[in-house]
């Protein structure tokens, strides 16, 4: 009998922090946008983003001398995600920037002969 109550504690555990682990997830702060990437393809990247509120936001590639190379708005919507295909670029350094009302979120992707490698997310207010 003492194994069929653990075994309901810990089902009872489980039950309880599931809604916990599964929302936290994707969801963000009331407001806050959550912008994620990652590498799909040896040169190319899925941007994810999340509780736009139907607020204008904008996604851009740019070198560090501020040359444009693509450039998205988007409006109406909660949710986005795009596949950048950056291979037809040449090896540098750019920056992912995603602005919104609340500020701007970059990433710095640097293209190299073997690949992506992605930095952390910088949020700026």
């Given at each position: 009998m003492s194994?069929?109550?653990?075994?309901?504690?810990?089902?009872?555990?489980?039950?309880?922090?599931?809604?916990?682990?599964?929302?936290?997830?994707?969801s963000a702060p009331p407001g806050e946008i959550t912008f994620k990437t990652k590498v799909v393809e040896q040169k190319s990247i899925a941007?994810?983003?999340y509780n736009l509120g139907q607020e204008k936001t904008?996604?851009?590639v740019?070198?560090?001398?501020?040359?444009?190379?693509?450039?998205?708005?988007i409006k109406g919507h909660n949710g986005y995600s795009i596949v950048l295909h950056l291979d037809e670029l040449p090896e540098?350094?750019?920056v992912i920037s995603v602005s919104?009302?609340?500020?701007?979120?970059?990433?710095?992707v640097r293209i190299e002969e073997g690949?992506?490698?992605?930095s952390q997310i910088v949020e700026e207010e």
């Open positions: 194994i069929l109550k653990q075994l309901g504690a810990v089902l009872l555990l489980a039950a309880i922090s599931f809604p916990a682990w599964a929302s936290s997830s994707v941007v994810q983003l904008t996604i851009e740019q070198d560090r001398q501020g040359k444009v190379y693509y450039q998205k708005s540098s350094s750019y919104h009302k609340d500020g701007v979120s970059s990433q710095v690949g992506l490698m992605l």
